[in-house]
């Protein structure tokens, strides 16, 4: 690989699935650190530290048999004194975990393992500590294969699970929404779900809700009201993406906000397995309005020769800078590669300037990460790099980070 910029490895065997938010965070503090999940091909639940003064980067091990498939990593959480929570769950299997760092900005010693739910199969996270409210959330992929959230007011002790979104007729499990989860902490959670998996549902449409002062709500502030019995249903929230109207499926990569609480989204639609086309949608304040950037090119795992794809809705991916959601990092195919770009624009949108940061690549570059709470205006990424086939067992991939 022709390194257009400075990268280092950050773990030499790592991957992970793109549906737990956040992989990776950053914390200036004591320290200047940036920590990052992954699984190993071993199947290892790891996080790492990487120092950015230093350059010296510390792994440890959360689980030692977490099975050998990227949908097992997890997510972090940030405390209010820089201690960190490691949120996990195996692929379809029971319960929802979580631990508490010792000390601040230290993953060398962990507090007791928490149990935050005991359902029989569970899968991601995408845990938020709301400051308005003084109140822990994880929403993760319930038992049913439906977004499923609880609360707690100490991050110990959990309510029990709550089904947030499910439409009437649609409980079986083979309807499997997917969401992805932003916040900055302080009063709102954004969501963003599609009504299903692309290789399931022909016409993949995505749609959006948030949380703000205890109520979910559309972006006019209409009330959703949820219940153990009720679930909200799709056809009541804001639908960015009617993939009714262009027959065309499509699956969600990011969310973010401008410094007017306005979504921005990033999606990809997939007019064909092998034409995958990157999207970039924002709110404002009156309509979504959307854009596609550019063509990605064809699912990125490497078949097995004559054997059936079974992922191909698997994109490079992309994600936004989380400093400022006009910068856009994507993974993309290149000739017989995926390699990574930059993509900026300084009009909404109207216009963009894409600069490669790898280059002709042995090995694929995909899943890009921006690690949240970076604080500075440079180039910050992690991704995976190696060889990958399938989410279980066939990876061969490590973690590498961009510093900038």
């Not at 016409?203 to 019995?229: C, H, P, W």
């Not at 995926?338 to 790898?358: A, D």
């Not at 992690?382 to 510093?403: A, C, E, S, V």
Request: proline residues 4%; hydrophobic residues 30%; charged residues 25%.
């Amino acid at each position: 690989m022709r390194n257009l910029v400075e990268i280092y490895e950050f773990s030499d065997d790592g991957a992970w699935c793109w549906f737990q938010d956040p992989r990776a965070i950053f914390i200036r503090g004591i320290f200047t650190k940036t920590y990052a999940q992954w699984m190993t091909r071993k199947g290892k639940l790891q996080c790492g530290s990487f120092n950015h003064e230093t350059k010296e980067i510390k792994t440890f091990t959360l689980k030692k048999n977490w099975d050998r498939d990227d949908h097992n990593v997890g997510s972090f959480l940030i405390l209010p004194d820089n201690r960190i929570m490691a949120f996990y769950a195996r692929h379809d299997k029971p319960g929802l975990y979580s631990r508490t760092t010792v000390n601040p900005e230290d993953i060398s010693l962990w507090e007791e393992e928490v149990t935050v739910c005991k359902q029989r199969k569970v899968t991601y996270s995408h845990p938020v500590y709301l400051h308005s409210e003084k109140l822990f959330f994880v929403f993760w992929r319930g038992e049913s294969w439906k977004p499923t959230y609880s609360t707690s007011k100490d991050g110990k002790m959990w309510n029990s699970p709550q089904v947030l979104i499910q439409d009437e007729g649609r409980s079986k499990r083979s309807i499997r929404p997917y969401t992805k989860i932003y916040s900055n902490g302080k009063r709102i959670i954004h969501l963003i779900f599609t009504d299903g998996h692309p290789r399931n549902e022909s016409q993949n449409s995505i749609y959006y809700l948030q949380y703000k002062n205890g109520k979910f709500r559309k972006l006019n502030g209409d009330v959703m009201e949820v219940t153990a019995n009720n679930p909200i249903p799709h056809s009541n929230c804001d639908k960015l993406y009617d993939g009714s109207l262009t027959n065309v499926r499509a699956w969600i990569w990011d969310i973010m906000t401008d410094d007017k609480d306005h979504p921005y989204v990033l999606y990809t639609r997939l007019p064909s397995k092998t034409d995958h086309r990157y999207h970039f949608t924002r709110w404002d304040g009156h309509q979504w309005l959307d854009q596609e950037l550019v063509k990605a090119g064809r699912w990125f795992p490497q078949s097995f020769i004559s054997k059936f794809e079974l992922e191909p809705h698997y994109s490079g991916g992309m994600v936004f800078n989380q400093q400022n959601p006009n910068i856009i990092y994507l993974s993309r195919q290149i000739k017989s590669n995926f390699e990574i770009e930059k993509w900026e624009t300084k009009n909404l949108g109207h216009t963009w300037i894409s600069t490669q940061l790898t280059a002709d690549s042995k090995n694929m570059n995909v899943r890009p990460v921006f690690p949240r709470g970076y604080d500075q205006n440079t180039d910050h990424i992690l991704w995976m790099h190696g060889k990958y086939r399938y989410f279980k067992f066939f990876y061969n991939t490590k973690i590498n980070l961009l510093k900038g």
